[in-house]
């Protein structure tokens, strides 16, 4: 019979291949159909109370991931081959590049091309951000520190919690949980609005792992030294310290620059340097999405080798 470590890094390998040929789209119809239900809970349960926001997000999470693994359990029960179709289903709608990369493969192309408004028009789009007054470097730098933010999001914080929890569980709780804390979480100028407390707090106990060992890989497989150094010396500075460390150590494993002010709204926001080396361009673009495959490799060999090891075992 095909182990759990087995299962899970061919599950993990047939949801990478199947996104790469038939990519959902960044808004697929199943997680539209998340945010739909996510507010009406909100509606209805938001009445400003931290106890309302952590019903309404066990109300929203525990029973999908029930429902995510209870069908893993009973297609296990039938034949481990079903079992591990519904891992790759499950997995396909929770993981993936495409989620994001059209949007990266747009600018890089709009600014090779030397068109500088499509760029910022597709960065808007995908940020939800004022771009209009951004230069092309400043461009690359959002594009390349959402692209490292996003890739964390949907592939490798995704596959850490697919593989701690039983059947695709995980999966479905980390972005469920990653996507009520954009929706409900986070909010500015409504400190007195606890709804969104508990969310923020699942995402960032439930980040604190992954987002090291992400950091690590990204470490690994680009500029080592560069890379330990930006986390030690850059992340504290950040706002948010758990992405501080993934974009420092991104931008000096690449070798540039991220962070650094930004014109928007009529004014020049200041942000702290992140990262040492050249200035980010279209070029470093591509460079980021190497970097960022290299580190899932390496996630998938020491899957395969520890699943391996304890085969041998």
Known sequence: MMSSIAMS???LIAALLLEQFKPLEFRNEFMRAFTRFANKLERKLNAGEYKHGLIAWLIATVPACGIAVGVYYLLMQVSPVL??????????MMIGFRHFSHAFSGIS???KSGDADHARQLL???????TTEMDDGEVSRLAIEQGLIDSYRHVFGTIFWFLILPGPAGAVL???ATRLAQKWGGREGQEADQFGRFATMMVAVLDWAPIRLTSISFAIVGDFEDAVYCWRSQAQAWANYDYGILLASGAGAIGIKLGEPLHQDNTLKFRPELGIGDEADADYLASA???????????LFLILLFSVTH???
């Open 109 to 111: 192309d709009a600014l």
């Open 289 to 299: 999405v190497g970097l960022v495959w290299r580190a899932v490799l390496l996630w």
């Open 311 to 313: 085969w041998v075992g």
């Open 124 to 130: 808007a789009d995908w940020t939800n951000q004022h």
């Open 83 to 92: 079992a591990w179709i519904w891992n790759v289903i499950v997995l396909y």
């Open 9 to 11: 890094l061919l599950s």
């Open 174 to 176: 980390y972005r469920f």
